[in-house]
């Protein structure tokens, strides 16, 4: 399952020191070599393990499925897909003529050996078509149904995600199944890896869209100013993404004005304020609404992420699938907080609150280390509650401290972040807001009795139900108050010139290669 403490954004200002550059002799020097920054090592992209970064999976191996933008499902290694009626089985018209790269041919037998590696098999059964499985059934070479115990409606976003719905060649495992190499069909093949990089060469034999140069190679810079510094001396070409190698706001300005060039698309991810479902004081509605009505959205977008964010009202932005309705971002409005807190039976005196002789005291749970640039963002927003009347005490505890305190509750307002795309709405929704789900440190952003019964329809509709109930669960989370949206933060990478015709796939989970070219 993956975790929301993955945002690296609002860290240092961006320096134009060199000390940090990378040295030249960590790459390949050919004119054919696109050179990208990740911030961990890829590890062996074992498919069922979750040990390596999940940016590289999508580059080697392919899915049935792929996610477009927008949320759009495009063919992969299926040409075509149908749901029945009753929806309890999906077929799969397969790619014809598809091998892996070590020649072994992709067909239905190859495709049923690989589902049924996960599904079924407890330890996925956090996605949903895994805890429905029932049986597969293969009708020739190329085609192949799943039968399903009960009916999946996200089953089909749920096959684009990263891992382990993608498919790994019969022959790079063990006798005990084991993965032993990453052997997929995708359009590159991992050449060597080790802690300090990984090499890639094309799949000449790929049944896609081939790339326009021969060698990739992902170098581990786990410093966000050597990765900037390595663009800017042409040791790298390409750095940035959520799940690569964050780039913050700051550091992309600084890069714009040293003349590389920074592109930024709309964000899948929203960041946002949860509540305590267990305090005292939150669970005051006048408490809340008050919160909601104090932040200023626009100024954390425009002053913390230097533009490079959106102003939120809703769970997740408009790119996302089934994201319902668009609310009107609200402008800070300190009067009317202050009036929601009197109507609400609060007593002012002296700038301060009570009620029933308790304090407007609020517990802000912060941790740098689980969300770097947070700390900044929480004293924003703490002063901006401040002048409402609102006393805010900001908690910075680490991540030991932070995997601790937020699931079980230990505060009054906490950061969180949705997943994104290609796991929302469903991977938030089923998580982060279902009191009997399991989200780890992650916690929640919001449960209730009476919630759990609105996600549980919403996550279960199918058809035009389904925008219905989707629908009808956001509106039980605006008109409860029972989240606070912030900014949706944008997709930020940059490259040098060298790197040209660069564009964003749909995903930061999916490292751009596609149509770039590199000038000599």
């Known amino acids: 399952m993956i975790t929301l403490d993955r945002r690296n954004f609002l860290v240092s200002t961006a320096g134009l020191a060199f000390a940090a550059a990378l040295p030249r002799t960590a790459f390949s020097e050919t004119n054919d070599t696109l050179k990208i920054a990740i911030a961990a090592e890829t590890g062996d992209l074992d498919l069922l393990q979750n040990v390596s970064t999940l940016s590289t999976y999508t580059i080697v191996f392919d899915a049935l499925i792929h996610y477009g933008q927008n949320g759009a499902l495009e063919p992969g290694l299926a040409t075509k897909w149908t749901i029945a009626d009753d929806q309890l089985s999906i077929a799969f018209d397969l790619r014809e003529g598809v091998t892996f790269s070590d020649g072994t041919p992709f067909d239905s037998t190859a495709a049923e050996w690989n589902l049924k590696r996960w599904m079924g098999v407890s330890d996925f059964s956090w996605i949903g078509v895994s805890d429905a499985y029932d049986s597969i059934v293969t009708d020739g070479p190329n085609k192949l149904t799943v ?3 009960r009916p999946v409606p996200a089953a089909l976003l749920e096959l684009t995600i990263v891992r382990p719905v993608r498919f790994l060649s019969p022959k790079a495992v063990d006798k005990d199944g084991k993965q032993t190499a990453p052997i997929g069909t995708g359009p ?12 890639l060469v094309r799949n000449d ?6 790339p326009l140069f021969s060698r990739m190679e992902l170098k581990v810079v786990p410093d966000e100013l050597a990765r900037a510094n390595g663009l800017r001396s042409g040791d790298l070409d390409v750095i940035g993404g959520d799940w690569v190698a964050t780039l913050s706001p700051r550091r992309a300005r600084a890069l714009e004005s040293d003349g590389m060039k920074v592109v930024a698309e709309p964000g899948t991810a929203t960041m946002l304020l949860g509540y305590s479902p267990t305090s005292k004081i939150i669970a005051d509605k006048a408490v809340r ?15 913390l992420f230097e533009g490079f964010a959106d102003p939120a009202a809703d769970l997740f932005p408009a790119n996302v699938p089934s994201s319902g309705k668009r609310h009107d971002v609200p402008v800070r409005d300190v009067a009317a907080a202050k009036k929601i807190l009197a109507d609400g039976g609060w007593a002012e005196s002296g700038g301060a609150w009570t009620k029933a002789g308790s304090p407007l005291t609020i517990d802000f749970l912060v941790s740098e280390e689980s969300l770097p640039g947070s700390r900044r963002i929480a004293e924003m927003i703490q002063g901006q509650l401040s002048e409402v009347g609102f006393q805010v005490q900001v908690s910075s505890v680490d991540n030991a401290t932070m995997h601790e305190r937020r699931p079980a509750f230990d505060y009054d307002l906490a950061f969180f972040t949705t997943y994104g795309a290609p796991y929302d709405p469903d991977g938030t929704l089923g998580n982060a807001f279902v009191s009997t789900a399991d989200s780890g440190p992650d916690g929640k952003i919001y449960v209730s009795d009476a919630l759990d019964g609105v996600v549980k329809a919403a996550l279960e509709a199918s058809g035009a139900e389904r925008d219905l109930k989707m629908q009808a ?31 964003l796939p749909a995903t930061d989970y999916d490292l751009p290669f596609k149509a770039i070219t590199l000038k000599a």
């Open 205 to 210: 034999k790929y049944w896609g869209e081939k």
């Open 147 to 149: 039968k399903l115990k």
């Open 473 to 503: 669960l956001y509106d039980w989370l605006h008109d409860n108050t029972a989240i606070c949206p912030l900014v949706v933060s944008q997709r930020l990478w940059a490259h040098n010139p060298r790197a040209e015709n660069f564009s």
């Open 289 to 303: 609404d008050a919160v909601y009505a104090s932040v200023d959205r626009a100024a954390i977008a425009k002053v």
């Open 188 to 199: 590159w093949i991992v050449e060597k890896y080790d802690s300090s990089g990984t090499s």
